[in-house]
């Protein structure tokens, strides 16, 4: 059974940096479309940014150019670099992946890490 942890969050001020990690344990890796989420208190879940297993990549338009995803397979991890945060990006952050192609849907959650962005 895949399951995934995310860490890296906490307190971080206006115009700072943060980098996310969600490692997967179970199951491979390599072959799965992992991506981050993220709900602020009162919001809907918001898609942030994808990686597919040739590390092709997408970001949700909100994005712009701030963050940046990344994997290293022989790590079983993905992460999320987030530079210029600013106080909407405060929520928690979750990991998710696609383990089964079939499925065509993120089938795995993690529990999420909090980042919240103020001075």
């Known amino acids: 059974q895949v399951q995934l942890v995310e860490s890296g969050g906490g307190l971080v001020q206006p115009g700072g940096s943060l980098r996310l990690s969600c490692v997967a344990s179970?199951?491979?890796?390599?072959?799965?479309?992992m991506a981050w989420f993220r709900q602020a208190q009162g919001k809907e879940r918001e898609y942030v940014a994808s990686?597919?297993?040739?590390?092709?990549?997408s970001y949700g338009k909100f994005v712009q150019g701030r963050f940046t995803i990344s994997r290293e397979n022989a790590k079983n991890t993905v992460y999320l670099q987030m530079n210029s945060l600013n106080a909407e990006d405060t929520a928690v952050y979750y990991c998710?992946?696609?383990?089964?192609?079939?499925?065509?849907?993120?089938?795995?959650w993690g529990r999420g890490t909090q980042v919240t962005v103020s001075s």
């Open positions: 990686i597919n297993w040739s590390s092709d990549t």
């Open positions: 179970g199951g491979t890796f390599s072959t799965y479309v």
């Open positions: 998710a992946a696609v383990t089964n192609r079939a499925l065509g849907q993120y089938n795995v």
